[in-house]
């Protein structure tokens, strides 16, 4: 059953780019973002990571832990990263591809990619917005996630 509005998050336990394992439930106890990309190193998602990064103190302010999640190998979200100086954990949903994005409900099966959706999830792990995009060649609404936030 894919992410809804009122209901627990789907669990899962990835990689980071440093290696470590991140879960659901390592998140719990803060409110979270979950912002699932489909392609790093490309315009559109550089933009919203970079977004996200240069706003990093709004989120800490509303007691959020962003958390970016793509179908890439950890070793490519490492450089993209670092690259990109993102301070905040980018896992990688790799193998089983896609396994995550598919729980929550936004895997693209016929280009392997997570779809532009993002999962605000409560101190609980309960899904309370979310924000997502029509299509892949369009950015989410970046203020959209302070909007959110604040009605949390």
Known sequence: MPATVGQPAPDFS???????????????????????I???NTGICDGEACAIRDDFSSFERMGAKPVII?????????AWAEK???QFPVLSDYWPHGAVAQAYGCFNEQ????????????ENGIVREI???PELRQAREH??????LSRM
Do not use: C, E, W
């Open 111 to 122: 280009l392997g990619v997570a779809m532009r959706s993002s999962y605000l999830l409560d």
């Open 38 to 40: 489909p392609n790093p």
């Open 143 to 148: 203020s959209a996630y302070a909007q959110a």
């Open 131 to 133: 924000v997502a995009s």
């Open 84 to 86: 990109n100086g993102l």
């Open 70 to 78: 793509t179908t890439h190998s950890a070793p490519n979200n490492r």
């Open 14 to 36: 990835l990689r980071d780019q440093n290696g470590n394992t991140l879960s659901l439930s390592d998140l719990k106890g803060s409110k979270a973002v979950i912002v699932f």
